[in-house]
Structures are given as C-alpha cells and as structure tokens.
C-alpha cells in the first residue's frame, strides 16, 4: 500500500500508526505484523509515497448536474414531512444525509443520535469527528462523499432500528442511490450492515467481503462505526483495512459517462 506523507499524518493522528509505522521502521517488523493479520496496513518505507501537489489538490469533488442535485433535493423534501413509521412522532428534525451528489464514495450509518436529530446533519457528534478523519486519510473532505444513515430519524434514546422502520425507510436509500450513483458504499457498523446485507451475521464475520447493494448491485463494503472505534481503538487498524479495500473498488470503477 501505498500512502502519501499527509495520509501517515492523519493515520497517525486517528491511531492506526500501529501497523503502518511499525512497518515503515524496519522490514523484520513488518513480517511480523503482517504473519499476525495478513494483509494488513503495513508499508515499508519505500512505498510511502511523496506527496504530490496533484494529491493534494486531488479534493474538489466530481460536478454533480443540477438536476441530480435538484431531484435529491425533492426527496430531502419529501423525506422532511416523512410518517411511514412512528419516529416521525419523537423527532427533531429528519437526517437526510449530506455530501456530493455524485459522490464516488457513500457511507451509511445506523440512524441519527441527538446531534443529528438537533441539527439535521448526520454524524456531527464525536462519531463523526472520527468519520471525518477517516475520510481525510482517505485524501478527501466529508464534501467530496455522500454521508447517510439507515434510518432517516432518530429512534427514541437511541435504541437499535426496528425492522419494519429499515423496510419503510430503505426506499429513501434506494433513491438516493439511483442518483448518487456511488461506486462503493461502505457500511458503518453491525446495525448498518445487517440492515443493509439482510443478515443477523456478526459484524467481523462480514468485513472483508464485497457484497453487491440494492437494484444497481453497487458495491458495499462493511466496517466498524467510527462510534465503536473510539471505545475500542485497537480495531482501527482493521477499519482501515476495509477503508483500504473500498478504495481499491473505487480506484477499479469504470469512470461515470
Ligand atoms: N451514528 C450514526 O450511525 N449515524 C449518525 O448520523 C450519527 C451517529
């Protein structure tokens, strides 16, 4: 794997400086780490690539057309007066997500918590400070991808999604897939991918696969929520492992016509 300078920077700063300075130290400790997990995270230091004024400005994001942002927008609205299930009683505002409308990359949390449910922007709280730091690593800003969650409201003190407010929720989803158009999706958390996946299979039993999503068989990738990383921060090596092969997915996508 390849990371420019301002990627170990910000890898170092979220905590997955394990595996890759280990590995950037000397060549034995490399074969360690990666006889422990195959495949994971460690660069020697011959493959951390300079970083290139063209990385750097990599970031603005692709132009979405007007009318892709406009009928997004006509669902946002739609979603907004949303009462297809009972939260619309408890809610604040809906979260219909945010980013760009033709975004490489969607990710899809769980529901909105208070944060969200006060300010109608998915992950503003911690979780998402984290989320956005993944995405930094990644070489992008939280602009540049799309960002939304399973369910459109937040679900009373935060309990987990039931499954007949997914099944009304997921048309949304389904919506702001067809338009977006993204070349992955990567799926934060267990609550995420099962929705998602249709499965009651643990989250690590599903990591490292690519499944294929929705009407447009898009390609998901499942990871840990940022939320769970910051109570357990020694799964962010993993984390980015799945980031890692989201990215290979990306970087292999016929570019959109
Ligand atoms: N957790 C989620 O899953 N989604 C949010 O938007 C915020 C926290």
Not at 5 to 28: F, H, N, P, S, Y
Not at 79 to 102: M, Y
Not at 192 to 199: C, D, G, H, K
Request: contains cysteine; glycine residues 6%; proline residues 7%.
């Amino acid at each position: 794997m390849k990371h420019t300078a301002r990627q170990l920077d910000t890898l170092r700063k979220i905590g997955v400086e394990v595996w890759i300075l280990r590995g950037a130290e000397t060549g034995e400790a490399v074969e360690a780490a990666e006889s422990v997990q195959p495949a994971r995270t460690a660069a020697p230091a011959a493959e951390v690539a300079a970083e290139s004024p063209a990385a750097a400005s990599a970031d603005p994001p692709p132009a979405a057309s007007t009318d892709t942002a406009a009928q997004l927008q006509a669902i946002e609205r739609e979603v907004s007066v949303c009462r297809r299930c009972e939260l619309h009683q408890t809610r604040t505002n809906t979260v219909f997500g945010c980013g760009n409308a033709r975004a490489d990359w969607l990710f899809v949390g769980e529901a909105p918590g208070r944060q969200e449910d006060l300010q109608g922007e998915p992950f503003v709280g911690r979780a998402g400070k984290l989320l956005d730091m993944m995405i930094a690593a990644l070489g992008m800003r939280r602009e540049r991808v799309f960002i939304a969650n399973v369910l459109k409201c937040r679900p009373p003190n935060n309990r987990d999604p039931l499954p007949g407010e997914i099944e009304q929720c997921e048309a949304y989803l389904h919506r702001q897939l067809a338009l977006i158009q993204p070349k992955v999706i990567v799926a934060l958390g267990r609550i995420s991918a099962q929705a998602l996946l249709r499965t009651g299979d643990a989250l690590s039993k599903l990591r490292g696969t690519t499944y294929r999503y929705g009407p447009d068989h898009i390609p998901l990738v499942v990871t840990y929520h940022p939320a769970y990383l910051l109570r357990s921060p020694e799964q962010k090596a993993k984390a980015w492992d799945d980031l890692w092969l989201a990215r290979e997915i990306v970087r292999a996508a016929p570019e959109a016509g």
